[in-house]
């Protein structure tokens, strides 16, 4: 319990921060809508040619998967 209430005043303390409350709304949306999933795949399919398609397909999955969610 002691932990859960440190984690939750510090949340408090730097929450007020304009910059802090963009960062964590910008990652909330980032992480809800599987954005970094995808860029991670883009990113891995243009640095890795050999197996581009594989992970091509794999994001695709991944953004079918996230609009069926949505649905």
């Known amino acids: 319990m002691d932990l859960d209430h440190r984690i ?3 949340l408090r303390a730097y929450g007020a921060d304009p910059r802090v409350a963009g960062t964590a709304r910008a990652l909330s949306w980032a992480g809800e809508h599987g954005a970094l999933w995808l860029a991670a795949g883009l990113a891995s399919a243009a640095a890795d040619g050999t197996r581009r398609g594989a992970w091509l ?3 695709a999955l991944t953004a079918g998967a996230h609009l069926v969610s949505m649905a």
């Open 8 to 10: 939750v005043t510090a």
């Open 57 to 59: 397909r794999g994001t």
